[in-house]
């Protein structure tokens, strides 16, 4: 049975378009399981989450072609949220309650997870998130797709001080995510006897990074640890260059820029530089030759993929595991099926853990090279336990280091750049 997919506008106050599957049998809406996506289309996150809604859908794709799940098909409800936190609460809102979908797969910044996590708990539904993200967090009503501090940031750290050199210099967007990853990072560097010597932030979206870039002159590091994310990335390296900052002197690790970003930013300007994720296009398994075309005859040969598509993808076949085991699409149930679900995905075999619903993932350090691709420089070698809270403060410690935050910036997740 083939699908299609149409676009529909749904006049409300999103005024988003709307991505439906329309069974060319004519069977009937309800022979269907409605599933949300929940992305910024527009805005300054689209650079990154527009692909992350095509890897999700195409995992969608999949499936229908091999009859659905329990003998449904699934029918996506994609809603743009608008790279605007409220937006993306009143949509996660609209999926739920109005659309009725069975889960939501989306978010990419940490500010939108957090503003719609609210929505989720309130309806005890359920919410797949692709993203590696600063942790602090854990909830009954989300699976963690992307890496935990201790799968990304800390080994990612760890590396540059053995490989890259002792100084570091923290730059990144003012939210939630690079305020707590450089938390997170300054405490590592001083335990490994290293130094920061600057710490730099601009509102998403902004695109004026000259005094960072001459703090950076000025502290002259060994190596910049960058958390900006959004397409604020492709203002930020071009003011690097323009100050003569290259990777042969002074290199970047990007904890937000993989190979997707690089098709905008434009590889040629950031050969050298580094990335540290789970998962790369480089990376050579049968599950990632499979992914890969999969991917390239939907969306054209010249498209690539990076970890947050992957997680999204994995992360939609580990949801329908957890429907088939529990034999109904129901919310509650489903939920109860997703924790200890193993998936042989495009990086390796991951596993959902039973306690935390984060994800036992590799991690991986990646060079990059002119055709916008990563050569691998280092790998865990097996997949890491996620520990979304770091040990070296209390759980309680660190609520009060998020309320501060959200407090500093006026009762929202990140700084809006006004005032």
Known sequence: MRTCIAAIVIPAVLATAVAIYVLDSGEEAAATIRVGILHSLTGTMAISEKSVVDATLLAIEEINREGGVLGRLIEPIVLDGKSDWPTFASAAERLIAAEQVAVVFGCWTSASRKTVKPVFERHDHLLFYPVQYEGLEQSANIVYTGATPNQQIIPAVTWCFDNLGRTFFLVGSDYVFPRTANAIIRHRVEALGGEIVGEEYAPLGDSDFRSAVQAIQRSKPDVILNTINGDSNVAFFRELRLAGITPDRTPTLSFSIAENELRVLGAEGVVGDYACWNYFQSVATEENGAFIASFRREYGADRVVDDPMEAAY??????????????????????????????????????????NRHTWKRVRV???????????VWDSGKAVRPMPFPAYRSRAEWDRFLQDLYRGWGGSWANSGKG
């Open 366 to 376: 990646g060079k990059i090279r002119e055709d916008g691709q990563f050569d691998v």
């Open 314 to 355: 994995l992360g939609v076949h580990i949801w329908a595991q957890g429907v088939r085991d529990a034999g109904t699409a129901d919310v509650v149930q489903v939920r109860q099926a997703i924790p200890g679900q193993s998936y042989d995905a495009p990086q390796g075999l991951v596993h959902i853990d039973g306690d």
